[in-house]
């Protein structure tokens, strides 16, 4: 800014501003080079907005949350809260236009369908907050619809959601830990970049803990908040943890907000489920996912009943991909915590069937893992993948792995102190999972491929580091000329052409050695190849297997051919 004038025509001292500005003090405020002090704005702080006032519902539409039912590629339950009575909440429907406002619908275009469930919730504010449901039935798969919710006068935005396509398509979903603290605060930024980095992505798995308090009207404000319009269009799967229960009750929010299937345990006639909206399932685009409620895993025949169920869902699956999740982890990450019910009971089926991911939270802090009898390689393993996760700001400090490893199981990556979203892309053929920070920073990552025959690898992504080196398996450690030799390896693409030397471990760096043959690994990436020790080959010496293809390069141990 240029030096002022003061009345005797001098440019102003210097010294004396700074010695003003300094009285100020640091609660003044310099905007456009002015200073301002708390008496520019009054003398009394500001004070904090009211909760009540906050999340106080109105006539005004909002929390528009997407869930699924059974039948996602026919049918959409859409809720929302508002104040309005159940003779007039409702929704309206048509096939996504390309433009609405001037552009009017064609006439019958859109369908209006009248709320099926209204349930108030009586909230720590003070008042009331009432639920609305529609359920969206007779669409076409694979469609793209614009829907809006209101009382017939009072309605929001317009938003857009596709049905599920009637077979096997690609598509992504994200998954959450934890969200729980922090949740106004640290957790919206989490969402946020999860969603700019998958806006296409078809639904979203909470693990349970969403919040802190179950039945805080506050924090579930908050929660709805901090995923803003993406619930209005991506369909949530998630299930209670134990911060959804108050003692043993769940949450009052729970069942009006989350209108999950009613597909779970069933139960004798007359009498509610303990898993009714907690333990679901729902078959979409080829994975069927399975939400279970580890929260009863100290009621012996509520949880004899959720194995059961879980048992025959997987036992009669059609679907190539099998997703599970639930709150608490079968391998905790934390010293303090063991959960040997979920472990015992559900841990042998999840093996036993062969399902994809197991997605879970309630340890805040990241884990990834399997039983260690899976293991192929030092990258590659064919087991269940199980996975815990944070997405909130509270942390838990990591323990040594004992309840992995003291279980038969191993973990492949581990950190903490970190918020987390994960992106699960699925294919035919694979699927693809990748951790990344709040930041969007890359965690950690890996690859399943499975075949029609349900045969599976999980892959580590590839890095300079883990794609040379000793990495080839060989049963002989001697083998005389003319003997065979079997070479396995893996982690490589599909039918991709794998070049196989024996080399001299004297022969100078950069030579391959003998070339043998040249073959492909499998479908998987899986590479099984035998062959004879060549004649000629220097007996009493030392050689190892040496396979090259575009993206490993990688060998066996010392082999040692006889004299």
Request: glycine share 8%; charged share 20%.
């Amino acid at each position: 800014m240029t030096p002022t004038l003061d009345d005797n025509k001098r440019p102003w001292n210097t010294g004396s501003r700074r010695a003003k500005l300094a009285a100020v003090g640091a609660a003044a405020l310099i905007v456009g080079g002015f200073a301002f002090g708390p008496s520019a704005f009054g003398d009394a702080a500001p004070t904090k907005f009211p909760a009540a006032e906050i999340y106080k519902p109105s006539p005004m539409p909002d929390r528009v949350i997407l869930t699924p039912t059974a039948t996602p590629a026919t049918s959409q339950k859409v809720t929302w809260r508002a104040e309005a009575s159940a003779e007039w909440a409702q929704a309206q429907i048509l096939e996504a236009p390309n433009a609405l406002g001037d552009v009017a619908p064609a006439a019958g275009a859109v369908s209006t369908v009248k709320a099926s469930a209204n349930s108030a919730v009586n909230t720590s504010l003070g008042y009331a907050s009432t639920y609305h449901t529609v359920e969206f039935t007779n669409l076409k798969p694979n469609t793209r619809y614009t829907y809006r919710v209101g009382d017939g006068t009072n309605w929001n935005e317009w938003s857009d959601f596709t049905t599920a396509d009637s077979a096997f398509s690609p598509f992504s979903f994200i998954y959450y830990g934890d969200a729980q603290n922090y949740i106004d605060s640290a957790v919206p930024r989490v969402f946020r970049q999860a969603f700019a980095d998958r806006p296409e992505a078809k639904m979203v798995v909470n693990a349970g803990d969403l919040i802190d308090s179950a039945n805080s009207e506050e924090q579930w404000g908050q929660w709805f908040d901090a995923d803003g319009f993406i619930n209005s269009q991506v369909n949530n799967i998630a299930i209670p943890g134990n911060h959804e229960y108050s003692g043993s009750a769940l949450s009052s929010f729970w069942a009006p907000q989350f209108p999950f299937p009613s597909n779970g345990p069933q139960w004798p006639a007359g009498t509610e489920s303990a898993l009714d909206k907690t333990a679901y399932y729902t078959d979409y685009q080829g994975v069927r996912f399975i939400g279970l409620n580890s929260n009863v895993q100290s009621i012996p025949e509520v949880m004899a009943a959720q194995t059961a169920w879980l048992e025959s869902l997987l036992k009669d699956n059609p679907n190539k991909w099998t997703v599970v999740t639930f709150h608490h982890p079968v391998y905790s990450n934390t010293g303090s915590r063991n959960n040997p019910q979920v472990r015992d009971q559900w841990g042998p089926l999840l093996e036993k069937y062969g399902v994809d991911l197991v997605l879970q939270g309630h340890d805040h802090s990241y884990a990834r893992g399997n039983v260690a009898a899976n293991r192929k390689s030092s990258t590659v393993h064919n087991g269940v993948v199980y996975v815990v996760s944070v997405s909130g700001g509270k942390m838990y400090e990591l323990n040594g792995g004992e309840n992995w490893t003291g279980n038969g199981a191993e973990i492949s990556d581990r950190d903490e102190n970190v918020q987390l979203y994960q992106m699960i892309d699925v294919e035919k053929d694979s699927i693809r999972f990748e951790a990344r920070t709040a930041t969007g920073k890359h965690e950690d990552g890996f690859l399943i491929r499975k075949n029609d025959a349900g045969v599976r690898t999980v892959n580590e992504f590839r890095t300079p580091e883990n794609t040379t080196g000793e990495r080839a398996l060989t049963a002989q450690k001697t083998v005389a000329v003319g003997e065979k030799v079997q070479v396995k390896a893996y982690n490589y693409d599909p039918n991709e052409t794998v070049s196989v030397y024996l080399r001299s471990t004297t022969l100078g760096e950069g030579k391959p050695g003998v070339l043998i043959a040249s073959k492909k690994a499998d479908e998987l990436g899986q590479f099984n190849y035998t062959f004879a020790v060549p004649e000629g080959t220097k007996k009493g010496s030392t050689q190892v297997v040496y396979l090259v293809s575009e993206n490993q390069k990688i060998t066996t141990p010392v082999i040692t051919i006889k004299k």
